[in-house]
């Protein structure tokens, strides 16, 4: 079992930055690929940044971006912390989202390959 807490989310104007963190439980954190998604209201969820985790030791710390945060946000992890973090740079007003961190032992970019979901975070990007 892998519980997630999300939190560093909150009001920006657009060009802004926020960094989220996911601060997970478990000894075995290093294992889980680590994803954000996102989920604006009447809109469906969706992939924004994922990192490979020792599972997959060919995929153990590779980065995938969604193509509308490419170049503007970066994730990582912090193994000895059971953390992860999505650093979020130059943000717009189509930013604006609740963002899930997820777990998973073999996931990438789709959320049903994802197990373990924290609860969510605000991020509103203002015009």
């Known amino acids: 079992q892998v519980q997630l807490v999300e939190s560093g989310g909150g009001l920006v104007q657009t060009g802004g930055s926020l960094r989220l963190t996911c601060a997970a439980s478990?000894?075995?954190?290093?294992?889980?690929?680590m994803g954000w998604f996102r989920q604006a209201p009447g809109k469906d969820r969706e992939f924004v940044a994922a990192?490979?985790?020792?599972?997959?030791?060919?995929?153990?710390?590779?980065?995938f971006y969604a193509d509308s945060v490419k170049g503007r946000f970066t994730i990582s992890r912090d193994n000895a912390k059971n953390t992860v973090y999505l650093q979020m740079n130059s943000l717009k007003p189509e930013d604006t989202a609740v963002y899930f961190c997820?777990?998973?032992?073999?996931?990438?970019?789709?959320?049903?390959?994802?197990?373990?979901w924290g609860q969510g975070t605000q991020v509103t990007v203002s015009s």
């Open positions: 997820a777990a998973a032992e073999r996931g990438a970019t789709r959320a049903y390959e994802y197990s373990y």
């Open positions: 990192i490979g985790g020792s599972e997959i030791s060919t995929y153990y710390g590779s980065t």
């Open positions: 478990g000894r075995t954190f290093g294992r889980y690929a």
